[in-house]
């Protein structure tokens, strides 16, 4: 059994940067592909970004790219999303998630491939 839990969420202006943090417990970090999420009311759950189990692989929703950033620190056991430039359309509530069966080198970019959900940390970016 694995446990993520989220925080670094919070309400921030437009062109602010927040960093996002999940920590996981009950297993080490370096066994999963790890992603990032969110959704808003109403909408189905989206992917954000994503990295290997390897690091060296990290893919991203087009609306993100070049402004987020993940990262991991598998001795920290924890994943990071760095939001920079955030615009109001990145409001959301920020999910991470854990998936077990994914290859080394090869993240999934769907939600039904990740096996682990943190409960969310909610983003707010105003105009």
């Known amino acids: 059994q694995v446990q993520l839990v989220e925080s670094g969420g919070g309400l921030v202006q437009a062109g602010d940067s927040l960093r996002l943090s999940c920590a996981a417990s009950?297993?080490?970090?370096?066994?999963?592909?790890m992603g990032w999420f969110r959704q808003t009311p109403g909408k189905e759950r989206e992917f954000v970004a994503t990295i290997s189990r390897s690091g060296t692989n990290k893919y991203y929703v087009d609306s993100v790219k070049g402004r987020f950033t993940i990262s991991r620190d598998n001795a920290k056991n924890t994943v990071y999303l760095q939001m920079n430039s955030l615009k109001p359309e990145d409001t959301a509530v920020y999910y991470c998630a854990a998936d077990v069966t994914a290859s080394y080198y090869t993240p999934s970019s769907h939600s039904r491939d990740y096996d682990y959900w943190g409960q969310g940390t909610q983003v707010t970016v105003s105009s």
């Open positions: 009950g297993r080490s970090l370096s066994d999963f592909s």
